[in-house]
């Protein structure tokens, strides 16, 4: 079965302070994988897209890095900030279409002063 | 560009009302999709288009109708409400992939329903 698991569920973490969110997937095949960054209240907002053949890519203090080996994503956050303060999805696009596209249930993340 | 839009930004209904979320994109996307997304689920597809005069079903269409008469505006309409349908409802748009097969997704703000 096709799924994206997020951990953790949510993290608190102060601000300054570097954090890690992990994603595994099981869909295959597979294309690539996205990053969203969600604000309350707010439609997501894609962070990061990395191909099968891409294991890094950064976004300013954001960087995730993809083992499509091991089928597992990560999106480290530096010198977090209060507006880092949001839910982050992680995404995965199998090969045959554009509009499949399997969404994990997201990392809630509060930086607190 | 206001990007992607989408009215109401609230709405209550009664269990058998029907409405139309309104979704509009000014980036000429030939993509366009409704999401539903509830607690402790990730977002899932209800219904999507790949251009003007085409849609199609996806992961979740019950109880829901699209047309896409342009390409700009793609509504969802709820024909009979049911408290099922609470939920908070995204639109969103891209071009075709390319080929990568990466087509990146822009969404809206979201549209807040509750149904009574």
């Known amino acids: 079965k096709n799924q994206v698991e997020q951990s953790p569920q949510s993290l608190i973490i102060l601000e300054g302070k570097n954090c890690t969110l992990q994603?595994?997937?099981?869909?295959?095949?597979?294309?690539?994988l996205r990053w969203y960054k969600q604000d309350t209240g707010r439609g997501p907002v894609s962070l990061t897209i990395?191909?099968?053949?891409?294991n890094t890519k950064s976004n300013g203090r954001y960087t995730a890095t993809l083992d499509a080996d091991t089928k597992q994503s990560s999106l480290h956050i530096t010198a977090s900030q209060l507006s880092d303060s949001a839910s982050y999805i992680c995404?995965?696009?199998?090969?045959?279409?554009?509009?499949?596209?399997?969404f994990g249930t997201g990392t809630r993340l509060t930086v607190i002063p | 560009n206001a990007g992607v839009t989408q009215t109401p930004k609230f709405q209550v209904l009664k269990t058998g009302q029907s409405m139309t979320l309104q979704c509009a994109q000014d980036?000429?996307?030939?993509?366009m999709s409704w999401y539903r997304q509830d607690p402790g689920m990730g977002l899932r597809l209800i219904h999507y288009?790949?251009?003007?005069?085409?849609?199609d079903q996806g992961e979740v269409p019950n109880g829901y109708n699209v047309s896409r008469s342009t390409t700009e505006d793609f509504p969802l309409r709820l024909l009979s409400a049911a408290p099922s349908q609470t939920s908070v409802y995204f639109c969103?748009?891209?071009?075709?992939?390319?080929?990568?097969?990466?087509?990146?997704?822009?969404f809206g703000p979201g549209t807040r329903l509750t149904v009574l």
């Open positions: 969103a748009s891209s071009l075709p992939p390319g080929l990568a097969g990466i087509n990146e997704q822009f």
């Open positions: 994603c595994n997937y099981t869909v295959s095949p597979f294309s690539n």
């Open positions: 990395m191909t099968f053949s891409e």
């Open positions: 995404v995965v696009s199998p090969r045959e279409g554009a509009n499949n596209l399997f």
């Open positions: 980036m000429n996307h030939e993509y």
């Open positions: 288009s790949v251009g003007a005069g085409i849609t």
